[in-house]
């Protein structure tokens, strides 16, 4: 069986990355990833934010729970989380949800061509513990809750009234995925026996209707799939993930990307990433915390993933040592990040700005380890595109 090819990516549409080549090569092929060096090379140490990063990056913070975003009158929400970015003529929005509750909702920031903040202001209110969520091709934001019966949210970064969406099913959401080819949407389940689903909408672009459908495979980290449908999304009074005999259980479903016919999502209570070939309905582990060899396994507490448009993966650490890790196409993963100062946080809703040389972050309890004391951060760099 033959490994992943190296690629090189390119950005489509509206920011959604394609590889060149696919990742897969026949059926289950790429061993888990495992230690290397860094393609930046070693963390430095920490700068005057906290953070160690490699040589030529640099970071800032660009807003505070409970303060007002620098350059604007708006105050930024507490527990900053699943976040995104959106091309905005020659500048960009980043969206960051806000995972209380009661409260939750999303925020978003408007920053000009050279990366300065221009505005900001709330696209949702009155939702329960927003986690993360994911961004669509149509240019609206997917909010999660993460609550048990919760429902998506579809928001409107570039002006318009947050939509529910409850033919998305209703479940502890986590995570969502767009996949422009299929004309379907991924979503992940944060529940120790959660699923990961999809949702086919009855028209492209319009999140009204259509069908939720859950995955179904064997125990194995490693096979094949198919999808059945959910009878009854709403959720009650038989949860979703209950309701399809074979669906296969996940560890605590947290991020979720999509590009070039594959999606990955990330498992928090076993320390992986998964990854499913979607043209082969195949799927494998793209990294385990007990397959690393030699040596200490750099991620822990995997939670919201990214990729960048070179075809590598930033997985952010909800606790571990607080780092975002690297995976590259060629499974090698590193450390790419590290805050210091900040254990009783987590790190989310990293993602990158449409020209790739700017990465948004939070750390969702800062250095006090409280909701109140979230922190939003860009770092800016040689990111390889």
């Given amino acids: 069986m033959e490994r992943r090819n190296f690629l090189r990516a390119t950005v489509l549409g509206a920011g959604t990355v394609a590889f060149s080549g696919s990742l897969w090569q026949g059926a289950a092929l790429a061993a888990p990833a495992q230690n290397a060096p860094g393609p930046y090379g070693p963390l430095q140490a920490a700068d005057a934010n906290g953070i160690q990063l490699p040589a030529g990056f640099t970071s800032q913070v660009i807003a505070r729970s409970g303060q007002s975003v620098p350059g604007t009158s708006y105050t930024w929400h507490n527990a900053p989380d699943g976040g995104a970015c959106f091309a905005d003529g020659s500048g960009w929005i980043y969206v960051s949800n806000s995972e209380i509750n009661p409260g939750g909702g999303a925020s978003a920031i408007r920053f000009d061509s050279g990366g300065a903040v221009t505005s900001a202001n709330r696209i949702l209110s009155g939702t329960r513990q927003n986690c993360a969520g994911g961004k669509t091709p149509w240019n609206t934001w997917l909010s999660c809750e993460e609550v048990s019966l919760g429902f998506v949210y579809e928001t409107y970064p570039f002006d318009g009234t947050a939509v529910q969406r409850p033919a998305m099913g209703r479940f502890k959401h986590e995570a969502a995925a767009a996949d422009p080819v299929r004309q379907v949407i991924y979503l992940t389940e944060d529940e120790t026996n959660g699923r990961f689903y999809r949702f086919v909408p009855t028209t492209w672009g319009d999140l009204s209707s ?15 799939f198919t999808w059945a449908n959910v009878p009854d999304p709403d959720g009650s009074p038989t949860a979703t993930r209950s309701q399809v005999s074979g669906s296969k259980s996940f560890n605590g479903g947290e991020g979720c990307h999509y590009a070039d016919d594959t999606v990955w999502f990330t498992t928090k209570g076993d ?6 070939n979607l043209t082969g309905n195949t799927y494998e582990l793209a990294y385990d915390d007990s397959l690393v060899s030699p040596g200490t396994p750099p991620l822990t507490g995997v939670d919201n993933v990214t990729g960048s448009t070179y075809g590598d993966l930033y997985v952010a650490e909800d606790g571990g040592n607080m780092e975002i890790c690297l995976i590259t196409p060629d499974d090698k993963i590193s450390a790419f990040l590290r805050i ?3 254990s009783s946080s987590e790190i989310t809703g990293p993602a ?3 020209a790739g040389n700017r990465l948004y972050f939070s750390s969702q309890r800062g250095t006090s380890g409280s909701s109140s004391g979230g922190i939003t951060y860009c770092v800016t760099g040689p990111f390889r595109t």
């Fill in 340 to 342: 210091s100062g900040q």
């Fill in 271 to 276: 320390n992986r990433v998964w990854q499913v």
């Fill in 210 to 224: 259509g069908t939720l459908q859950v995955l179904v495979a064997g125990s194995a980290t490693s096979g094949s």
């Fill in 352 to 354: 990158f700005n449409p």
